[in-house]
């Protein structure tokens, strides 16, 4: 029996995932527009041999102005390169490396979505990935014509609807379909190709695809959502979950969630991978790596870091930072379905006698959810959530790019190869082969296709 292994992706977005990230020395300050920098990150992320990278987009600059100038000051998702035209150049200089990337349902089509995604599958011989998203941002809806995003159920329902007229898009063509026979004249067999003919409320889409499958048969469908709407999605059709969990108890929950909604579905438990985002400071000492962390911190300027706490408690701009928040301090604005938040977040500064500053650094840097450590401290405890079924692997959310990206594959890949967690070598060639997933099968091969094929 092959011993299961963990699946490892790198969020590869821009500059990475610490605010202050664009500042870092070590950073390329215009990174984020320059394919050569996206070049490094991919080039560190498969010598590690890493499963996939994945580029979390946002069609728009989501990010508020509150306090006035943070946004100007941030450097975080203001400018990249859209990423499907990014991935395609990435998979001329990689091998194995999937390639994965977010595509709103919201603002795109599923024509459009299936042929994009099925022409980045063929260009890297079966390396891509669509990551289903709904899209929450306002921002994003005022760029397409709205003035907000749709309702929540609204948004799931087209969401849904989308994402079976993509993949039934993708299994337009059967195996065998394309004979390409310059003697005979026949260039596809009319038998195996098939008109989708979707009709929902949000779309209606004739087909077929003029795009052929590639080796691993259609992109790998990937979801991030968190929500039950968006559970279902993932668990209805995803092979992929990217979730958020930052304990090891919430990892447990969301996973035996997960394969209940599978077996809803009537999807085994393998068809399916769980990789909850990890976000690490890797160093060849715990020092070291404390170092790393607290150099990021000091780079966060306070504009910067009040528009981290401005959701939860408007503009403190006007407060001293270096002092509590004070006793008489009252939200300012709507401050429904987050007020109790907020209530308790001041209860709590108050309590530690934690100062503005101290806040923001600890909302900016996202102190719940960081790793901090030597490669081994780190992979104990990936091998403990691992073993215990928290998840199948992890989507490495790093601090900045591409030093990140280097410290994974020089520090940790080789500590979880020693403890024989990680691969060695790709498995395949395509992604669906690394992640370990079945062979897709096409919809439309039915029982007299496989008859066909065992008597042939």
Known sequence: MTKKMMRLGLSMRGLGYHPAAWRHPDVPVNGASEIEHYHTVARHAERGKIDMIFFADGAGVRAKDTPKGSLAR???????????????SISAVTTHLGLVTTASTAYNEPYNLARRFAGLDLMSHGRAGWNIVA?????????????????????????????????????????????LDK????????????????????FKVRGPLNARPSEQGRPIVVQAGNSPAGRDIGAKLAEVIYTASNTIEDALTYYADMRERLAKFGRPPDALRVMPGFRTYIG????????????LQDLIDPVVGLSFLADTFGDLSGLPLDEPIPADFKPAGDREGISGWADRLIARSRQDGKTIRELYLEQAGQASSNYIGTAADIADIMEDWFHKEACDGFNLTVPHLPGGAADVSDLLVPELQRRGLFRTEYEGRTLRENLGLPPHRNRYTGADRVREASIA
């Open 135 to 179: 899209s929450w941002s306002n921002e994003e809806a005022k760029n397409f014509g709205l003035e907000q995003v749709r309702d929540y159920g609204e948004r799931y329902e087209r969401a849904a609807e989308c994402a079976e007229a993509v993949t039934g898009l993708w299994d337009s063509w059967e195996d065998g379909a394309f004979v």
């Open 183 to 202: 003697e005979s004249g026949i260039f596809f067999d009319e038998s195996r190709m098939h008109r989708l003919n979707f009709e929902g409320k949000h």
């Open 284 to 295: 060849r000492s715990r020092e070291e790596a404390q170092e790393k962390f607290e150099m």
């Open 74 to 88: 941030l450097g975080q998702y203001i400018t990249d390169i859209e990423p499907t035209v990014l991935l395609a």
